[in-house]
């Protein structure tokens, strides 16, 4: 199956500082990028949606000043949580689209866990 | 707005033993409906797609049933074992987005061996 890379794994930053996670599909190209945010026990909930070369549609209640989104090739979206604090920690996984229509499948990265201090 | 449900919220149950896991949405309207194992801290992998136009899919101990009128999606689980430990999250697509899928909280399944 494909794979999507997505790192760091896990950050630990200090209130204030500004977190870039990246998501790469190795072995395919991704139009289409997806930003989840998941909190312990919870579901996974969908923050945004991203576009290679254009902007990002985010989830009604994501600031999007807050979570920067850039999808500037095909292979590559990174999500900047800017002015980090304490509420931001959370796991936030990515994914990426492979594929159109009825054979359009979803590849997960593993995650990466942000605790704000 | 489509919601989704799964019960029950933790299952723990002997090795070796058939199980099933519930998945209840809201809106019938939906693109596909999926199910995905996480393990603890990472990330998700795709257990088994079902298609709105399908009733079941069928991989190795796992078949997912979809009952799209009734708004119910079950996951049988063959022959438990220990390795099958993990969280179950169901997730649907709306028929309008195919993709932006909405995910249930997840049943957390303990296999004892």
């Known amino acids: 199956g494909a794979v999507v890379s997505q790192h760091p794994s896990r950050v630990i930053c200090k209130s204030g500082t500004s977190v870039k996670i990246e998501c790469r599909s190795l072995?395919?190209?991704?139009?289409?990028m997806f930003w989840y945010r998941q909190f312990p026990k919870q579901s996974l909930m969908l923050m945004a949606t991203?576009?290679?070369?254009?902007?990002?549609?985010?989830e009604q209640g994501v600031e999007k000043d807050k979570f920067l989104i850039n999808h500037a090739s095909l292979t590559l979206s990174t999500l900047t949580v800017t002015s980090a604090h304490p509420e931001d920690s959370s796991f936030y996984i990515c994914s990426a689209r492979k594929g159109a229509g009825r054979n359009e499948k979803l590849f997960f990265g593993s995650g990466t866990q942000l605790s704000v201090l | 707005k489509q919601e989704v449900t799964q019960i029950p919220a933790a299952l723990s149950v002997p090795e070796g033993e058939n199980l099933v896991l519930n998945c209840s949405f809201t809106?019938?309207?939906?693109?596909?409906l999926q199910w995905f194992r996480q393990d603890p801290g990472k990330g998700l992998t795709s257990l088994l797609l079902i298609q709105s136009s399908q009733r079941e899919q069928t991989s190795g101990r796992l078949n997912a049933s979809l009952d799209k009128s009734s708004g119910r999606s079950t996951l049988y689980i063959a022959a438990s074992q220990p390795g099958d430990s993990a969280t179950y999250l169901c997730?649907?697509?709306?028929?309008?987005?195919?993709?932006?899928?909405?995910f249930g909280a997840g049943t957390i399944l303990r296999v004892k061996s």
């Open positions: 997730a649907v697509g709306p028929l309008e987005y195919g993709n932006k899928l909405v």
């Open positions: 991203s576009n290679e070369g254009s902007k990002a549609t985010y």
């Open positions: 809106d019938s309207a939906i693109y596909n």
């Open positions: 072995d395919f190209q991704a139009t289409t």
